[in-house]
């Protein structure tokens, strides 16, 4: 039968057939316009700490190495699934996934793509030298891998997995003739980057950025641009100040401070989407006694770890006035919520409320914990890789001293940050996670699911958060083939979440590009950016 659209952001049902290809433009935005193709230079707020697609699952990092390889399944400016190197996908049983190849891709080399290409990434992904993780839970699932012919190829799961045409449009395919035996600077040095993308790999540079061709044997839509300059510069201002001297096209993350400016200024166009992107704070739950930064008022440790108990936890969230972050702190750039959906998404839960501040009940729940003068605490947080990072953790600072939690900021560029937290270094950390999926289940298995590497969950849960009982109402849910069901349990999961705080959201981000003139932009609410996504503008 047909493909139909549904509200489910996987568009299942148990009816569904081969879901059948669409024009590919959606799948970056609108085409190219016609004119004289040229370079494009891109100025980037966060460095990428890999050119190796399966290094880490961070959006930085998969935007640039994006566009070098390509995934089976993509996702449109709106994060709707689209066919990419996969024309069509199907169910072929409960636990078997089918997915037929597009006829006559070829890597930048000129071999041709085929479905043993697919099962060497599959292979891969858990066990790339240093990694920091992510992409496991994508392909965890997977207990075998079929290549039925040269362009059909079968996932096999242990038990329904309604999800993996979602989970796998994350994981971007390598070559086996390239990959076999390559380890991430290979790619970093171009050695291994030969992928099937939009453009060809030139160079690459740790902390500064790197250099794009365009590739002409493209299966896509032809690029505008000969070359892309993806340029990293971190400071919000020198972004900024980079456009209107001309010396980049587009930039990204512009900040709210000088959104007003740009809208202004008739050499600028602004592009915005409301995101997915939620930031929020977690503490350290992987400690019983002595925290990292937690002292009390006189400086001694703290004996026993205080954010295990759930009051000193709540007392913390109540301390914060979202909607005074969201509004004065980012300017407007943000949205207040209490989890991590947009309102309207599939498993958005309506019963779980925004927070609203209440000082009184916070020092009251402190005191009932134990701590009736509080303590000390160091709040770490990136200063380089989320809109207002650093600014969001000094207004949350002041809440919380107002609270009786004297709280330092930690500040730290990205790379230390997130080497660091890996490592479990901080005792509360401001973070970010972008559900690109566009329900529940995506944070729910990496930032909030108990690390456990055998089912490739909890890689980006830094901090340890365990709650078995989330794990199994998870676990539930993502094998939960109906829609509907699927749905009534992740909202109950999102509401067990939301009152066990095993993070504090604060808000979500709108995402916010600008050009110059002349360069258009389809803004993408998985915060993506993407040459395929800039047009030469009418």
């Not at 640039?64 to 089976?72: Q, R």
């Not at 070829?106 to 099962?119: E, F, S």
């Not at 709540?314 to 300017?331: G, N, P």
């Amino acid at each position: 039968m047909p493909f139909a659209p549904s509200r489910s952001p996987f568009l299942l049902s148990r009816g569904m057939r081969w879901f059948c290809g669409t024009a590919l433009a959606v799948v970056f935005g609108l085409p190219p316009s016609a004119g004289q193709a040229r370079e494009l230079r891109i100025g980037i707020s966060s460095p990428v700490n890999s050119a190796d697609p399966h290094f880490s699952n961070t959006t930085s990092n998969s935007a640039m190495t994006a566009h070098v390889f390509d995934t089976l399944v993509a996702r449109d400016p709106q994060s709707r699934l689209v066919p990419a190197l996969a024309e069509s996908w199907k169910p072929v049983g409960e636990t078997t996934w089918e997915f037929r190849l597009r006829p006559g891709v070829t890597w930048h080399d000129g071999r041709p793509l085929t479905a043993d290409d697919v099962a060497f990434t599959i292979a891969r992904v858990p066990n790339v030298l240093g990694a920091t993780g992510g992409f496991h839970s994508a392909v965890r699932p997977i207990t075998r891998v079929e290549v039925v012919d040269d362009r059909t190829v079968r996932f096999h799961s242990a038990g329904p997995h309604p999800l993996l045409p979602s989970d796998i449009s994350f994981v971007q395919i390598i070559s086996r003739h390239a990959g076999e035996g390559a380890n991430p600077e290979d790619y970093n040095s171009g050695r291994a980057s030969i992928g099937t993308g939009p453009y060809r790999f030139v160079a690459y540079r740790s902390g500064q950025g790197a250099v794009f061709e365009r590739n002409d044997a493209w299966w896509g839509p032809k690029q505008p641009w000969t070359r892309v300059d993806y340029r990293f510069i971190a400071n919000d201002g020198a972004r900024s100040a980079a456009l209107l001297a001309g010396d980049v096209d587009l930039i990204d993350q512009v900040s709210a401070n000088d959104l007003p400016r740009l809208r202004a200024d008739r050499r600028v166009t602004v592009s915005e989407i409301p995101g997915v992107r939620l930031i929020y704070l977690q503490p350290d739950f992987s400690r019983q006694e002595e925290v990292p930064g937690v002292t009390d008022n006189d400086g001694r440790p703290l004996p026993r770890n205080p954010f295990l108990d759930l009051r000193v936890r709540r007392a913390l969230s109540l301390a914060i006035d979202r909607k005074a972050l969201a509004e004065r702190v980012m300017a407007g750039t943000a949205i207040p919520t209490g989890q991590w959906l947009p309102e309207g998404s599939f498993s958005y839960a309506p019963e779980v409320p925004v927070p609203v501040q209440d000082l009184a009940e916070a020092r009251r729940l402190l005191a009932e914990a134990g701590f009736p003068q509080g303590f000390r605490v160091v709040l770490t947080t990136p200063n380089d890789r989320y809109p207002g990072d650093a600014a969001v953790s000094q207004a949350v600072a002041q809440f919380w001293t107002r609270a009786g939690v004297r709280t330092e900021v930690q500040p730290l560029p990205w790379a230390s940050y997130l080497t660091r937290g890996s490592r479990q270094e901080f005792g509360f950390r401001l973070g970010g996670w972008g559900s690109s999926t566009g329900e529940a289940s995506y944070i729910l298995r990496n930032v909030l699911g108990t690390y456990d590497r055998s089912k490739g969950w909890g890689g980006p849960n830094f901090n340890r958060y365990s709650n078995p009982g989330l794990d199994a109402l998870t676990a539930r849910a993502t094998a939960t083939i109906d829609d509907g069901a699927r749905e009534a349990l992740l909202r109950q999961a999102t509401k067990l979440a939301a009152d066990d705080l095993g993070i504090l959201p604060l808000f979500l981000l709108r995402n916010a590009w600008a050009s110059r003139n002349g360069v258009g932009y389809a803004a993408r609410a998985d915060e993506q950016t993407l040459a395929a996504s800039a047009s030469l503008a009418q």
